[in-house]
């Protein structure tokens, strides 16, 4: 107890001289950090003053980024070592003639000397032939076939009623005016009796008005004039008794009925519109006027039937489907990237999954709004059956068939052309490398223009120095990633280099070829 107000004491006293308890330590703990920081920033800028400060590159690299041969380097890599086929890496500075320029010499952008034919036969490189040939530039995209919308019907009864007989099946061909189903409604009864019973009262009223033109002194002027205005409300009456009969798809005129008597009337109006084969086997007690047939309004295939003896149908319900397969639709999904290059005239060829068959037709139309879902614009053909055949059960294509289509948007009758893997973006331009002397490489400066396939059209690279008959092909990433290392060893890229962000430089990164 009586240590305790001793300690109390020291501390207080010290406390009052300004020094804290632990205070000289920390002190010189402070100093000791700061003194073991500066003497390693020290150390590492003289190690970076005596070696240019490129001292760590070759060890980051064959540490950290070795390229599998033959691999392809995305633009804007710098690899920085080489891996051959068994596992060993090579780094660049085993591959590339390291020898010192002269005095005041700085080595050419864009060229690559390879220090031994040893280097040279463990990068993989090969060259390929600079070639001349016609060229296509196509736009790829997925598509679907249709059915041509213009020449598809969903077949309905235009009254309400039941289903007495069903004529055609799923998948039948059928011929313009067949008969596909025949509905029973009282409503078509009623129009048949009112058809006839206007016929028969307008005949009543013609003949009247004969006969008072037979005797026309012998009667009144107001009793012809009567006789006249009922026979023309009569013809009136007759006329929209026809037309009611028109307007549910009979072909019927006063014209069938004029010379008949009463019964054949009736049994003409009982039948009109349906085929007498269709009642073979048929007791006729069962066949009624209330009979209304449905027909097919084009040649065409049944693709759709909902239609079952005894079913009640109602007013434009469809009950039948049908199409003209002889033309489809063949539907594209064009990018956005690629729709102001397509337009209407230009060839396409489209070839259907697991078919080994291209058709070929031409673009006839291009949507003007891009799909809300698929960000992509519609573009479409049609293909016609080679038989030409408009009942034909055997479409040239089938709907709902997905596939691939090309647009040929461009052609050349002659361009130069090399592999796509020949052409590399050095980070500045497009360049391919041609081979010199001694294990010499040159990047050349080249505008790729068509695509087609593996080929790319190169132009403007070969003004200067002529035409090379060869190219680096495979490789050719190694020789870029090479001239690139030297660049940003040299303190960058050249003047010129487009800034990070603008368009053509973001396509090239992510390896437009």
Same mark, same amino acid.
């Given at each position: 107890?009586?240590?305790?107000?001793?300690?109390?004491?020291?501390?207080?006293? *010290?406390?009052?001289?300004?020094?804290?308890?632990?205070?000289?330590?920390?002190?010189?703990?402070?100093?000791?950090?700061?003194?073991?920081?500066? &003497?390693?920033?020290?150390?590492?800028?003289?190690?970076?003053?005596?070696?240019?400060?490129?001292?760590?590159?070759?060890?980051?690299?064959?540490?950290?980024?070795?390229?599998?041969?033959?691999?392809?380097?995305?633009?804007?890599?710098?690899?920085?070592?080489?891996?051959?086929?068994?596992?060993?890496?090579?780094?660049?500075?085993?591959?590339?003639?390291?020898?010192?320029?002269?005095?005041?010499?700085?080595?050419?952008?864009?060229? /690559?000397?390879?220090?031994?034919?040893?280097?040279?036969?463990?990068?993989?490189?090969?060259?390929?032939?600079?070639?001349?040939?016609? %060229?296509?530039?196509?736009?790829?995209?997925?598509?679907?076939?249709?059915?041509?919308?213009?020449?598809?019907?969903?077949?309905?009864?235009?009254?309400?009623?039941?289903?007495?007989?069903?004529?055609?099946? #799923? =998948?039948? *061909?059928?011929?313009?005016?067949?008969?596909?189903?025949?509905?029973?409604?009282?409503?078509?009864?009623?129009?048949?009796?009112?058809?006839?019973?206007?016929?028969?009262?307008?005949?009543?009223?013609?003949?009247?008005?004969?006969?008072?033109?037979?005797?026309?002194?012998?009667?009144?002027?107001?009793?012809?004039?009567?006789?006249?205005?009922? #026979?023309?409300?009569?013809?009136?009456?007759?006329?929209?008794?026809?037309?009611? %009969?028109?307007?549910?798809?009979?072909?019927?005129?006063?014209?069938?009925?004029?010379?008949?008597?009463?019964? *054949?009337?009736?049994?003409?109006?009982?039948?009109?519109?349906?085929?007498?084969?269709?009642?073979?086997?048929?007791?006729?007690?069962?066949?009624?006027?209330? &009979?209304?047939?449905?027909?097919?309004?084009?040649?065409?295939?049944?693709?759709?039937?909902?239609?079952?003896?005894?079913?009640?149908?109602?007013?434009?319900?469809?009950?039948?489907? %049908?199409?003209?397969?002889?033309?489809?639709?063949?539907?594209?999904?064009?990018?956005?990237?690629?729709?102001?290059?397509?337009?209407?005239?230009?060839?396409?060829?489209?070839?259907?999954?697991?078919?080994?068959?291209?058709?070929?037709?031409?673009?006839?139309?291009?949507?003007?709004?891009?799909?809300?879902?698929?960000?992509?614009?519609?573009?479409? *053909?049609?293909?016609?059956?080679?038989?030409?055949?408009?009942?034909?059960?055997?479409?040239?294509?089938?709907?709902?068939?997905?596939?691939?289509?090309?647009?040929?948007?461009?052609?050349?009758?002659?361009?130069?052309?090399?592999?796509?893997?020949?052409?590399?973006?050095?980070?500045?331009?497009?360049?391919?490398?041609?081979? =010199? =002397?001694?294990?010499?490489?040159?990047?050349?400066?080249?505008?790729?223009?068509?695509?087609?396939?593996?080929?790319?059209? /190169?132009?403007?690279?070969?003004?200067?120095?002529?035409?090379?008959?060869?190219?680096?092909?495979?490789?050719?990433?190694?020789?870029?990633?090479?001239?690139? %290392?030297?660049?940003?060893?040299?303190? =960058?890229?050249?003047?010129?280099?487009?800034?990070?962000?603008?368009?053509?430089?973001?396509?090239?990164?992510?390896?437009?070829?």
């Amino acid at each position: 107890m009586a240590a305790t107000p001793a300690v109390s004491s020291a501390s207080r006293a *010290a406390r009052r001289r300004g020094v804290r308890p632990g205070h000289w330590a920390t002190i010189l703990s402070e100093w000791g950090l700061s003194a073991i920081t500066t &003497l390693g920033l020290a150390a590492v800028g003289w190690a970076g003053h005596t070696t240019h400060w490129t001292f760590g590159l070759g060890h980051f690299a064959a540490a950290n980024h070795a390229l599998p041969a033959g691999a392809a380097a995305s633009p804007g890599a710098i690899p920085h070592d080489v891996s051959t086929s068994d596992g060993e890496a090579m780094a660049h500075e085993e591959l590339v003639d390291e020898e010192s320029p002269g005095e005041g010499d700085e080595p050419a952008d864009g060229v /690559v000397r390879l220090a031994s034919p040893e280097a040279l036969a463990r990068t993989g490189i090969e060259l390929v032939a600079v070639e001349e040939r016609p %060229l296509v530039d196509e736009v790829i995209a997925t598509g679907v076939v249709r059915y041509d919308e213009r020449r598809t019907a969903q077949l309905s009864s235009r009254v309400g009623g039941s289903v007495w007989r069903v004529i055609r099946h #799923l =998948g039948d *061909a059928v011929a313009k005016g067949d008969v596909l189903v025949i509905v029973e409604s009282r409503e078509v009864g009623r129009l048949k009796a009112d058809f006839l019973n206007a016929l028969v009262a307008f005949e009543a009223r013609r003949e009247q008005v004969a006969i008072l033109d037979e005797v026309k002194g012998a009667v009144m002027g107001r009793q012809v004039r009567e006789a006249t205005s009922a #026979l023309r409300e009569a013809r009136n009456h007759l006329t929209n008794a026809e037309q009611a %009969l028109v307007n549910l798809g009979f072909d019927v005129s006063v014209a069938q009925f004029d010379s008949l008597d009463d019964d *054949a009337r009736a049994a003409k109006i009982r039948t009109v519109g349906v085929p007498g084969e269709l009642f073979a086997g048929t007791d006729p007690s069962h066949i009624t006027s209330n &009979l209304l047939p449905i027909h097919a309004p084009f040649d065409g295939v049944v693709i759709g039937r909902d239609a079952v003896v005894g079913e009640v149908v109602e007013a434009g319900e469809p009950i039948f489907e %049908l199409a003209d397969v002889s033309t489809m639709w063949v539907v594209l999904n064009v990018s956005k990237e690629d729709a102001g290059r397509v337009a209407i005239g230009q060839a396409l060829r489209f070839r259907p999954d697991g078919a080994g068959e291209e058709y070929s037709s031409r673009v006839c139309w291009v949507s003007t709004e891009v799909d809300r879902a698929t960000r992509t614009l519609e573009v479409r *053909a049609e293909i016609t059956s080679p038989a030409g055949d408009l009942a034909a059960t055997e479409p040239p294509l089938r709907a709902n068939t997905y596939g691939s289509g090309r647009i040929e948007v461009d052609r050349r009758s002659l361009a130069v052309v090399v592999p796509r893997d020949a052409v590399q973006w050095d980070g500045s331009r497009w360049v391919v490398f041609i081979p =010199g =002397g001694g294990g010499k490489f040159t990047a050349r400066t080249v505008e790729p223009g068509l695509r087609d396939g593996g080929m790319v059209e /190169v132009r403007g690279g070969f003004a200067d120095g002529g035409r090379p008959t060869h190219v680096v092909g495979q490789g050719s990433h190694v020789l870029k990633s090479q001239v690139m %290392l030297d660049r940003l060893e040299r303190g =960058g890229p050249p003047k010129g280099v487009l800034k990070r962000g603008e368009p053509e430089q973001e396509t090239a990164e992510a390896g437009a070829l």
